[in-house]
């Protein structure tokens, strides 16, 4: 993993956050932390994780980060239960339920946790705290949409997450009142200095988006997703289409396919069928760090039409690079978008609305540099990595104190 030192960061973020962190780092040098999670790559939480464990590293805490492996029908269970968390009314059977359980006991009982505080992200491996003998605070660290789960998988899940300490979430609204658990709310945050992030001239932009044959002649829309329902994909194209009609534009739609994910290879099918019926819309489903960066920058405008979001970090990510964001009003994005501010909000499925805002943004140059400048300044202050190490920092030192 690449070395990465919180002096990387004085210039994009506040000199006096730096040094708190340093502050709420020092006692709790030399303190073993444990991160677990489903996935390597895909996703927000594997990217975090990328950046966050080096720096906590960096500022003294010794930060280790596990998998646990699951073959394709442990991740059908557990994509049941991110649906279920979000609100979709779903059904496990016995067996489902044993798998789920089995796989987390086996991980338990053979993955080394010599840790002060150990860290479980998402469902995938939520249950094998049930299968330890624990004798140091565990954090339940949940990255999607809880506000309104289906009883029967809330049900299913409670019994495991009361056994932690205390949980976190990215939003107020994800708190769940009847949680007899100390809750923190810790909104993600992005790396300036990835591949994803990072400046690239006019010129390596221009490039990147000529080796994948997307023409600049046109106005750009681009949504950064995986092929998931939730991140409404059919949705974008039917809101594209209204677009069209006054506008002529072009749209990339850009994701990836999580290794925790089955759904998304059927999504991405959907898809595929109902935009080879359109013009101008490219399908990209190749990991390409780079592409993504030179997408955001070279939009006009960037899109999130999800239907729940726990957060979404592309939102802050296209907003970080000056470029306004039409998205709709749920989960974490209205944490990063002020509505008429660093972009526009609309309400899910009102895709006239949305229409009308993309539209009016195509027609403004000037708005939309005033839009991406004010969002670049909203992200730099509360949306950057150092706050979110600082978050964690705080935490454990609350459970180990």
């Not at 790396?191 to 994948?212: G, H, Q």
């Not at 072009?250 to 099918?269: K, Q």
């Amino acid at each position: 993993m690449e070395r990465i030192g919180i002096e990387r960061y004085v210039d994009t973020a506040d000199g006096e956050l730096i040094a708190q962190i340093q502050t709420a780092a020092r006692p709790i040098y030399g303190l073993r932390v444990l991160h677990v999670n489903s996935t390597y790559h895909g996703g927000g939480v594997a990217a975090m994780l990328n950046c966050l464990v080096p720096l906590m590293n960096d500022v003294g805490v010794n930060a280790d980060w596990n998998l646990l492996y699951g073959d394709p029908a442990l991740f059908q269970v557990t994509k049941k239960l991110h649906n279920g968390l979000q609100g979709e009314p779903v059904e496990l059977s016995k067996e489902e339920r044993r798998a789920y359980l089995s796989v987390n006991e086996m991980f338990a009982l053979y993955s080394p946790v010599i840790h002060h505080v150990v860290i479980v992200h998402d469902p995938q491996p939520l249950p094998m705290i049930r299968f330890r003998q624990r004798e140091n605070p565990w954090v339940w660290r949940c990255h999607i949409d809880i506000s309104s789960p289906h009883p029967e998988v809330e049900q299913m899940l409670r019994p495991y997450i009361l056994r932690y300490d205390a949980a976190v979430v990215s939003s107020e609204g994800f708190k769940r009142p009847h949680l007899p658990l100390e809750t923190h709310v810790m909104p993600p945050a992005i790396d300036p200095f990835t591949e994803v992030n990072r400046d690239m001239s006019d010129e390596e932009i221009s490039s990147k988006l000529a080796m994948y044959g997307i023409p600049l002649d046109k106005p750009l829309l681009v949504q950064v997703s995986r092929f998931d329902k939730w991140k409404d994909p059919l949705g974008v194209l039917d809101l594209y289409c209204k677009i069209r009609a006054g506008c002529d534009c072009r749209l990339v739609l850009i994701g990836n396919m999580a290794t925790d994910d089955p759904e998304g290879p059927e999504i991405f099918e959907k898809v595929r069928e109902r935009a080879r019926r359109l013009e101008d819309v490219h399908l990209i489903t190749q990991t390409d760090p780079l592409l993504v960066n030179a997408l955001q920058r070279r939009a006009d405008v960037v899109l999130q039409l999800s239907l729940r979001e726990g957060f979404g970090l592309t939102v802050s990510e296209a907003l970080w690079k000056g470029t306004p964001v039409v998205a709709t009003s749920v989960g974490g994005i209205p944490l990063q978008i002020i509505d008429g501010h660093t972009g526009y909000l609309v309400e899910p499925g009102n895709l006239d609305q949305a229409a009308e805002r993309v539209v009016h943004l195509l027609g403004d140059a000037t708005l939309r540099e005033e839009l991406g400048a004010n969002g670049r300044e909203h992200v730099r202050e509360r949306f950057l990595m150092p706050r979110l190490l600082l978050d964690w920092l705080n935490v454990i030192r609350s459970l180990v104190s």
